[in-house]
Every structure is written in C-alpha cells, then in structure tokens.
Nanobody, 122 residues
C-alpha cells in the first residue's frame, strides 16, 4: 500500500511562490501517473496538474497554465508542484494523488495523501 506525504504548504501573500512536495513510500510510483488536486472549503475538488508516469507529459488546466508546474523525480519517488504568482483564490488543501493511465481529470486518481494547506492572503 502506498503512503503519500505532502509538504511545503503554508501562509503566503498574493504574488508569492511555493513549492509543494509529495514523498511516496510503500511502493515505487514510477509506473503510475500522478497529480495534484486541491479542494477549497465548500467547493469541489479541482485538478491542479497531472503528469505521466515518466514525467514527459503534463496536464495543466488553462486557468492555471503559466503559474503552476508539475514535475517528478522517480528515483526519489517524489512529486513536486511549483506555484508562482499565487492568488487568494488558490487557497485550498492540496493533495498529492496517484493515478492509472490518465492524469487529466480528478477521476483518474484513486490514492490520495492527507493534504497540505495553502493559504494566500491578499
């Protein structure tokens, strides 16, 4: 069974940058797509970014294109999310997730971490 532990969240001002990390243990994730999903209070989960098993292909929703970058280091079994130009509406709990073949929508993912809180003040 895989364990996913997110880190790097915090309270930042609008316009700031943050880098989230997700360390996986229990199994190698080098054969699985992965992604970042966020959920704000009272809202549905949104896909933030997805990445193929090898890391060569990524998916970023248009609303986040240019601000968020996803990457992975399979040798370290770690997933990253670089966020810049953060906005108050980016405030949410960010979850690392493991998928199967697809990585461009929330239903692609079936294993989640506990999440890390990102709060962006105006």
């Amino acid at each position: 069974q895989v364990q996913l532990v997110e880190s790097g969240g915090g309270l930042v001002q609008a316009g700031s940058s943050l880098r989230l990390s997700c360390a996986a243990s229990g199994r190698s994730l080098s054969s699985f797509a992965m992604g970042w999903i966020r959920q704000a209070p009272g809202k549905e989960r949104d896909l933030v970014a997805g990445i193929s098993w090898g890391g060569s292909r990524t998916y970023i929703p248009d609303s986040m294109e240019g601000r968020f970058t996803i990457s992975r280091d399979n040798a370290k079994n770690t997933l990253y999310l670089q966020m810049k130009s953060l906005k108050p509406e980016d405030t949410a709990v960010y979850y690392c997730a493991v998928g199967r073949a697809c990585y461009d929508s929330v239903p692609c993912f079936d294993a989640w971490g506990q999440g890390t809180q990102v709060t962006v003040s105006s």
